[in-house]
């Protein structure tokens, strides 16, 4: 198993930045696929980005794409999420998690590891 942690949440004005980290425990952490999930009062679990061992990144939207970065230092047991040009509509719980199986990014219910979740507050 792995135990998995994040900081660098936190309250931000929109268009400004933050990056999250999330660190993980043990000593397989390169062979697992990383990924991040938002979510907001209301409404369900949102899958935000992933990368694979090897580096390979996936968004689900051009939105995504265009301010969030996922990155790894697998050196370091650590995935990175980085916000730029934030929006209200960004504001949710950020949550890290680990998919050593191969399960799918868009049924989070099935993945297998999570940390315990940053809050993210863009102000208008």
């Known amino acids: 198993q792995v135990q998995l942690v994040e900081s660098g949440g936190g309250l931000v004005q929109a268009g400004g930045s933050l990056r999250l980290s999330c660190t993980a425990s043990?000593?397989?952490?390169?062979?697992?696929?990383m990924g991040w999930f938002r979510q907001a009062p209301g409404k369900e679990r949102e899958f935000v980005a992933a990368?694979?061992?090897?580096?390979?990144?996936?968004y689900p939207a051009d939105s995504v794409k265009g301010r969030f970065t996922i990155s790894r230092d697998n050196a370091k047991n650590t995935v990175y999420l980085q916000m730029n040009s934030l929006k209200p509509e960004d504001t949710a719980v950020y949550y890290c998690?680990?998919?050593?199986?191969?399960?799918?990014?868009?049924?989070?219910?099935?993945?297998?590891?999570w940390g315990q979740g940053t809050q993210v507050t863009v102000s208008s």
């Open positions: 990368i694979s061992w090897s580096g390979v990144t996936t």
């Open positions: 998690a680990a998919n050593p199986y191969g399960n799918s990014w868009y049924l989070p219910r099935l993945i297998d590891y």
């Open positions: 043990g000593r397989t952490f390169s062979s697992y696929a």
